[in-house]
């Protein structure tokens, strides 16, 4: 037996492998966490477009000649020309008694590949408030838009 060729033997050692697979998963898990990140950002971003939406379409059911002004239920959505995003529908409610409503972390709801959001109207005359959640900041996460001359005050109310 050749002594000389056992020392001469090329390959990695465990050491080396260990170092290579503890890389690997770090940057693993900085690619998952920068994903999530992404995720909610376009989350974030495409809830308020939405809101957006529904916020135009109720200023074009205000202006219309026929209008009695902002709508106050789901079905006032469809009297204008302008229509709703695509599979995006509206929860509309009033009074103070469905503020706990309001604070729910879900919004909007999303069932068979509709999302509902909840829409405060604040009266025909005045306007109304589109709420949504922010997945993508830490604090403050529930947002809001606003058509007509809703104010709102600091309990997202009208």
């Given at each position: 037996?050749?002594?000389?060729?056992?020392?001469?033997?090329?390959?990695?050692?465990?050491?080396?492998?260990?170092?290579?697979?503890?890389?690997?998963?770090?940057?693993?898990?900085?690619?998952?966490?920068?994903?999530?990140?992404?995720?909610?950002?376009?989350?974030?971003?495409?809830?308020?477009?939405?809101?957006?939406?529904?916020?135009?379409?109720?200023?074009?059911?205000?202006?219309?000649?026929?209008?009695?002004?902002?709508?106050?239920?789901?079905?006032?959505?469809?009297?204008?020309?302008?229509?709703?995003?695509?599979?995006?529908?509206?929860?509309?409610?009033?009074?103070?008694?469905?503020?706990?409503?309001?604070?729910?972390?879900?919004?909007?709801?999303?069932?068979?590949?509709?999302?509902?959001?909840?829409?405060?109207?604040?009266?025909?005359?005045?306007?109304?408030?589109?709420?949504?959640?922010?997945?993508?900041?830490?604090s403050g996460n529930q947002k809001t838009v606003?058509?007509?001359?809703a104010v709102l005050n600091g309990?997202?109310?009208?």
């Open positions: 037996m050749n002594l000389q060729n056992k020392t001469n033997q090329k390959g990695f050692t465990i050491v080396e492998l260990l170092i290579v697979i503890v890389v690997i998963g770090i940057l693993a898990a900085i690619s998952i966490v920068a994903y999530n990140g992404i995720q909610n950002r376009a989350k974030a971003s495409q809830r308020q477009a939405d809101a957006n939406g529904i916020v135009k379409v109720a200023e074009a059911v205000n202006a219309r000649a026929d209008s009695t002004g902002y709508p106050t239920s789901a079905a006032d959505f469809a009297l204008g020309d302008a229509k709703l995003p695509a599979n995006v529908a509206v929860n509309v409610v009033t009074g103070a008694s469905t503020a706990t409503t309001l604070s729910s972390t879900t919004g909007p709801t999303e069932s068979g590949g509709t999302k509902t959001y909840i829409v405060r109207s604040c009266g025909a005359n005045v306007g109304l408030i589109v709420y949504y959640w922010d997945p993508s900041v830490s606003a058509a007509g001359s309990s997202n109310q009208c």
